[in-house]
């Protein structure tokens, strides 16, 4: 009876002495095939053979990170760049490189993406023409809201790569918000065109909007609207445009179905409670833009808005309470200033109306007069 015992124990001393060489080719074997627990426990075991076998070091951290264990992976990653020796011999640099990839990224996927931009900062550095390099650090600097590296890092590569989407994503918001809106338009229309984007077409036309690009926003938002008639915000932006080319009531269609989409779209409101003010249904426009405050009780846009509506239905009071807030929320607009001046006059108070005029015309001031 004792027969099968010895034999257990006998096969396991044989299993014990696979040598590292044969380790490594199984690990290798099973990690190829897909089997990461099997290649983690043979390259693990490999390793307590030999600590210094870089390969080893850096295929378990590829199979870490493949199981989203990125800080094992980043451990090993890290031992390997630091490690003795590679089985052929030293490292080349081409070895090292691609292990400070596998480390960066694995960073990236953590996500810690300042540890990323140093990895592949040292990488660009040795590396200027790698696109990929490149563009992985300018994705890394825009997480981190470093827009001018953004745009540093990203210029060259641009230049020559012209249509490569994922670096004119990149760049596109990072010129918007640096304040270069015509150039970030540039690249959410490519975007838009070559990818077939209907939310890069909806980007360019709000960018557009702040610029008072009224047409070029209106065609935008058409476009976005022939790739996906249900994107959000997309008949916001239309209905935003429209009242500026002269179609008030295409402007209060769309609004309205920006709303049937999204009761608490801020923006349609605001707009519809404009729009209807103008076309003289005040119940309409105190409706919305009722709406508008409840979402947004700050919005000095819509207080205004509304201090318009107060002021043309005699609710003087109203329209004064309105307007001080506006001035105190958005001291540097200078329209409210000059009609809070007047309703100041309006009712017997010279002494607020001299400041607020005096207020208004210190904010119109041209620079060098």
């Not at 590292?20 to 627990?37: I, K, N, S, Y």
């Not at 997480?143 to 249509?163: F, K, M, T, Y």
């Not at 989407?165 to 959410?188: K, N």
């Not at 808005?305 to 001291?331: H, N, Q, W």
Request: with cysteine; net charge negative.
């Amino acid at each position: 009876m004792r027969f099968p015992v010895l034999l257990i124990i006998a096969c396991a001393a044989v299993a014990q002495q696979r040598s590292p060489q044969q380790l490594f080719h199984e690990a290798l074997a099973a990690q190829q095939r897909g089997d990461d627990a099997t290649a983690i426990r043979d390259y693990q075991e490999l390793l307590k053979l030999d600590p210094d076998v870089v390969e080893a070091r850096a295929n378990l951290g590829v199979v870490l990170a493949r199981q989203n264990r990125f800080d094992e992976a980043i451990e090993q990653y890290q031992k390997a760049l630091t490690g003795q020796r590679a089985s052929s011999g030293s490292m080349n640099p081409s070895q090292r490189d691609a292990l400070r990839f596998n480390l960066a990224m694995a960073y990236f996927k953590k996500p810690d993406f300042a540890a990323a931009a140093r990895e592949l900062e040292t990488l660009h550095s040795a590396n200027l023409a790698d696109a990929r390099i490149s563009t992985l650090l300018g994705e890394c600097y825009a997480r981190l809201g470093q827009d001018d590296q953004v745009l540093g890092i990203l210029g060259a590569v641009e230049s020559a790569n012209p249509d490569d989407l994922g670096v004119a994503s990149l760049l596109a918001p990072a010129l918007v918000r640096t304040g270069h809106l015509s150039e970030g338009i540039l690249r959410y229309e490519k975007i838009g065109r070559l990818g077939h984007s209907a939310e890069a077409y909806l980007l360019a036309g709000q960018t557009a909007l702040k610029l008072s690009l009224y047409e070029k926003a209106r065609d935008y938002a058409d476009e976005a609207l022939k790739l996906d008639p249900h994107l959000p915000g997309v008949y916001t932006l239309r209905g935003m445009a429209l009242p500026f080319l002269g179609s008030a009531q295409d402007a209060i269609d769309a609004l309205n179905k920006a709303l049937a989409a999204d009761a608490n779209d801020f923006d349609a409101h605001l707009t519809l409670g404009k729009v209807l003010f103008t076309a003289r249904d005040l119940q309409g426009s105190r409706t919305h833009l009722e709406k508008a405050l409840d979402l947004k009780p700050d919005s000095s846009a819509a207080l205004y808005e509304m201090s318009r509506l107060d002021r043309t239905e005699g609710k003087i009071d109203a329209a004064l309470k309105d307007l001080e807030r506006v001035v105190k929320l958005d001291p540097a607009w200078p329209q409210p200033h000059v009609e809070l001046s007047a309703l100041y006059f309006r009712v017997n108070r010279p002494a607020d109306g001299e400041r607020e005029k005096a207020e208004f015309d210190r904010l119109n001031v041209l620079p060098g007069k």
